[in-house]
């Protein structure tokens, strides 16, 4: 037997020589993240070698991992096999005891589902005891049954051939009930509605657990890339808010059967869907005008929760089946923020915690102690990969990497496959290295091909640097096509960064917050995590004061919505933070301008 | 000037010579039943000379009248123009205050309607003060909105582009919201789906007047002509219970825009359609399964009261319309006879009162001092001119009437058409006549025609009796087409008068009452009151002891869904008289089967 040993965790496993790192690992109840299952394609599972006998790095490993992390010793654990005692420190893992889901982080709380079931007997209906199966139901269940709901009567002649029946409850209000002892299957959906993405999550209520997620693009991306160009299009198109609530629609019923299919679990016992979304996306969710949100006074013609029956917005699960809609708190602050502020537990705090949604729209919640404040900042869609002029999405072929050292520029491409574009993450760190190796100056602009040329610590960056028309460009990759970050796409990264740093500085002044009292910066969001500290600093989006208080929680909207559909509580803590949390409109703040013009400039 | 006088009013009415007496009783708010406006088309507003100088009889009173109902001085009041003083008797009329209604009786009520609106200020959002329209519209309206409505929702950003909104209500629950003031707007629909036909009233909810009425066959009758052949077809046909639905709620919908577009209403102005029917028709509307309706121990899936969104089942009426199903007590006592009872006020009488609504079934309820029981009787569908050899429902050419006389056989054809058919009326006072003239005995049995030759008395109506291959059979009319009444025919109207006397006498006596006891029979149904006193009677369907207690009432079924329109506390009464109605499943009594067989002689 040989001994692993965890840093930081005062943990020693006892383990047989044989089996992979990863495995090891698992078997102990310690899921490190591995989404490809271990098959050392994903590059996921990183984990820090401290001391200890192991085989030699892999050739996947050396494709996978920068020359850095294997110089420091990084590793993938599921590449890794033991052959004696070693001791570890844990990177990207995850807790079974602090966290129940595959995928983001998510404080503690009790498993109670507002949705339940419970198993009937049924007395049936003689000559004698005429009574119509409406009212035997309601003797056998011993409640008075919602009256108003059709859809029940409808299934009732189909339960009344069954000794035994299963009703099913929101709380405690009877919402539909099914033939037999149907207690074992109890299943729900939570989704995040993004923009960009459209996430949903197979959750067992029974057992808390997450079985499987699926994503797809948000279909809605044909008839507008932005909230704003989408707004536009209900606008201008005579039936445009009717096909955009229609592709909405249909991406959450295709995600839906997509789970169902994957994991054989039948849509009929499907009985709750809860929904987090930008105010946006949860507007045209409903088929409501969204005309108000895109101009002043900017407001929402509805910000807090909502309950609907599934099929009256043609959402297709069991009959019964209830949406649940996460509050929000107005037109630029949505469901998704409300979310993310639950799952960071920022009004229980009695710290100074900041939390920034990067995406498109930037949002940023302040907890000063647990009183709660938003702002929203036009962060631009660079960091999506978009308005760059190669950017792409985070697809094969896309430059995700981009590190500059002494031998040049070293890119990391997704499937490592021959660079066809940048996506965000890769923008990101590539102007994050281009600011480290000083290659352009404090107001952003790329210095000349000969400043290089005489600059002995630039010399080797020099055959990079392309001047044509008087325009520059870096070119980081020329084998099937050309790669470059331009001077523009070097803008577009300042007026994102610009945007989310006033932001930032703006909140913690009306606050009266001074920076080094900030205890943590929060990071959400499906593409925030992407976003590595290294390049989050060195861009200049979060002041370098704040590197070691950074903290990335992933798609904190989803996770919300997850909560809401596992806990009666934290959905009732949902309605409560946004209430709480207050919201400031940027614009009208006094010396912002001037504020956000400093804030575009680098370090 | 000259005067007008009522017997039995005790009112002298001033009126100027020139004039029809329809215009002169109508313009004193004594509303004569005249369905065609006072053309002379229709024949019904009869009404009978005392004395006073008027016109001799014109030719369409010659058509629409018999020559005993002129010699008894029985006149159309349309054609009548007084030349002076006159003095005369009521027979059709109806009193202004006593009914509101243009068709059927209805006892005094207080118009309370349980749909209402209410006149409301608006304040829009501002930069400061930005809160979401919903918020907004809570706080003008001081009320909590019904949460799951995204219908509403919907229609909120067209509100605030207003100062005012009308606010809609069903009792105190906020169901809706339009912009403006929309008070004086506010309409309803009263329906009474019966096997056979529909009918639709519109209402003015502000007034409490019925603007007009519209009626359909009902369109379900191509899937079968009664209430079991449907149930049939719903079970044999793979999508029969969605045909059925569809057809009725096309058909619905149809009587709600004809009944709209002919009186310049706007389908949005309409909030609320209240539904009487038998039980199957109910569960046909919900789209409920019907099976065990049709099969022992004859139970329901539903018989309370139900509360629905019209665009739930796919009535289209306003968005926020609700549906109201009254409620029923049994699969064979449905709402339409819980309607009739209220109605009839059989709840409130402290006298013995039998309410029979003669359809395809028979329905009866014995009101004994105000305690309530019923029974259901296969009266079968002679009497609405099904199952007889020369049938025909009651349209243009059908034989309406027909009378015996020294002269011989006497008709009153629809229309005044060549005669193409007996309807239901028409059997019932042929077969009464036929009685009465000794053409038949107890047995109902056709004299030979031998006997008839031989008999003094008889001799006059030889020849119209034919006897053929043993079968013998009374030929009416000859005259394009060949028809006659039936040995078979004349089993038919037996077979309907046994099934209703003998239902009936089953009742007394459970309640232990006697037939001299009973202070009223009430005859309800939009057929029953084509079936004259005369005839029931003549026929045997009710015994010649109760000839001066039977009074009729018209379609209750729809009265009483018009009353729950139109007052709240009469929808209470409707909930509680459907809960007090006791059903008695006469094949289950002993002695039934030898009673039914007694009561098929005529006396």
Request: overall charge negative.
């Amino acid at each position: 037997m040989s001994y692993l040993k965890i840093i930081s965790k005062d943990k020693k496993i006892e383990f047989k020589v044989g089996d992979t790192l990863l495995n090891i690992l698992q078997d102990n109840g310690i899921l490190a993240e591995s989404p490809c299952g271990g098959n050392g394609t994903c590059g996921k599972c990183k984990i820090k070698i401290i001391e200890g006998s192991i085989n030699e790095p892999t050739e996947e490993e050396v494709k996978h991992l920068y020359k850095e992390e294997l110089e420091g010793d990084i590793r993938l654990s599921c590449l890794v096999i033991p052959t004696g005692d070693l001791t570890v420190e844990l990177l990207n893992t995850k807790d079974v005891k602090h966290k129940i889901l595959a995928e983001g982080y998510m404080p503690e709380f009790d498993i109670n589902p507002v949705i339940n079931k419970r198993v009937h007997k049924l007395t049936k209906p003689t000559l004698e005891k005429n009574f119509s199966y409406e009212e035997l139901l309601e003797e056998a269940l011993e409640i008075a049954i919602y009256e108003d709901d059709h859809m029940l009567l409808r299934s009732l002649p189909e339960i009344f051939e069954n000794q035994e029946v299963t009703a099913i409850y929101a709380g405690e209000k009877f919402i539909g009930v099914e033939a037999g002892d149907t207690s074992c299957e109890l299943y729900g959906i939570a989704v995040d509605i993004g923009t960009t993405t459209v996430v949903a999550s197979l959750v067992d209520l029974n057992s808390g657990k997450e079985i499987s997620s699926e994503s797809e693009i948000n279909p809605q991306k044909e008839y507008g890339l932005d909230v704003l160009s989408r707004i536009d299009f209900t606008r201008t198109k005579a039936n445009g808010l009717e096909l955009l609530q229609n592709s909405i629609i249909d991406c959450l019923n295709n995600l839906t059967s997509e789970l169902c299919s994957k994991n054989s679990i039948n849509i009929n016992n499907i009985y709750e869907m809860t929904i987090a979304a930008n105010a946006t996306m949860m507007h045209l969710l409903l088929g409501v005008n969204t005309n108000s949100i895109g101009k002043s006074p900017y407001s929402t013609v509805f910000s807090r929760q909502k309950k609907l029956l599934a099929s009256s917005i043609g959402i297709k699960l069991s009959l019964f089946a209830r949406v649940y809609c996460l509050p929000g708190v107005s037109s630029y602050i949505g469901a998704d923020i409300v979310a993310g502020s639950v799952v960071s537990e920022l009004d229980k705090t009695d710290k100074n915690v900041l939390f920034i949604d990067i995406g498109t729209n930037g949002e940023i919640v302040l907890s000063k102690g647990g009183e709660l404040s938003s702002c929203s900042c036009a962060a631009g869609p660079a960091l999506e990969g978009m308005n760059i002029s190669c950017g792409m999405r985070a697809a094969e072929g896309a430059i995700e990497g981009i590190k500059i050292n002494e031998d040049g520029i070293r890119l990391k491409v997704i499937g490592n496959k021959e660079p066809v574009g940048i996506c965000g993450s890769g923008i990101l760190e590539g102007i994050s290295e281009i600011v480290r190796a000083k290659l352009v100056g404090k107001t952003g602009r790329l210095k000349k091909k000969s400043d290089i040329e005489e600059n002995d610590q630039l010399q080797y960056l020099s055959k990079y640097l392309i001047e044509e028309d008087r325009k520059r460009k870096i070119c980081i990759s020329s084998e099937t096509k050309e790669i470059s970050i331009t001077q523009g796409d070097i803008r577009q990264v300042q007026l994102t960064k610009g945007a989310i740093l006033s932001g930032f500085y703006a909140l913690l002044d009306l606050l009266e917050i001074d920076m080094m009292d900030l205890n943590e910066v929060i990071i959400a969001g499906q593409f925030g995590k992407h976003l590595s500290v290294d390049s989050l600093v060195g861009s200049g989006i979060i002041p370098a004061d704040l590197r070691g208080k950074i903290r990335y929680i992933g798609n904190s909207s989803k996770s919300g919505a997850l909560m809401c559909l596992l806990s009666k509580e934290v959905r009732e803590d949902m309605e409560k933070v946004a209430k709480k949390i207050q919201y400031f409109e940027l614009s009208t703040k006094e010396g912002y301008d001037k504020l956000f013009t400093k804030c575009l400039n680098f370090n």
